[in-house]
């Protein structure tokens, strides 16, 4: 009987989060520019990158960031509420893109969209694993993969803009 309970506590959590999701990026959608420019919070780009990279493209000594250092350098859960914060804005930026470009645009925010989706399950995996201690195994690859989507979604609207309108970029470079 538990699991059932719990199995129904866990669909209208995911429910909850779809709808706040949506009321979101619809609440976005109706920004200006300006305004989306000036929802962004600022984060650790330099720490961001380096996780980012650092798992993304493996090399030698795959194990060089200690947990201890990547929870520093992404900001620590703070940190971790930004960047998924900030993930809803870049969405709203690529769409905000596809007036000028809509073929590219189309594709790069779909792009985005699930580089957003794997950034969100990572951060709830977060979220919910560390304050009951299960985060201790899996919570440095849940932050390396929160950095990694954000990455990717930062380098996939950059790469965007400075093809679909290259006098937005340095702004939209700057803020990011």
Do not use: C
Not at 43 to 55: E, F, K, M, W
Not at 59 to 86: C, F, V
Not at 89 to 115: C, F, H, K, S, T
């Amino acid at each position: 009987m538990s699991f059932v309970a719990l199995f129904g506590l866990a669909v209208v959590g995911a429910g909850a989060g779809l709808l706040q999701a949506q009321r979101t990026a619809r609440s976005l959608s109706r920004l200006s520019w300006e305004d989306l420019l000036a929802k962004l919070k600022p984060v650790s780009v330099d720490g961001i990158n380096a996780i980012a990279l650092d798992y993304l493209q493996p090399g030698k000594g795959q194990t060089r960031i200690e947990t201890d250092q990547l929870w520093t350098m992404i900001g620590g859960l703070e940190g971790i509420s930004r960047l998924r914060a900030n993930a809803d804005v870049l969405l709203a930026l690529a769409g905000y893109a596809q007036r000028w470009n809509p073929e590219e645009g189309l594709i790069v925010a779909e792009r985005m969209r699930r580089d957003g989706l794997a950034l969100r399950r990572s951060a709830f995996k977060l979220m919910v694993s560390l304050p009951f201690g299960f985060g201790q195994a899996l919570g440095p690859f849940n932050v390396q993969e929160v950095a990694g989507a954000y990455y990717l979604m930062r380098q996939r609207l950059l790469a965007l803009y400075e093809t679909s309108h290259a006098g937005r970029y340095p702004q939209l470079s700057a803020a990011l």
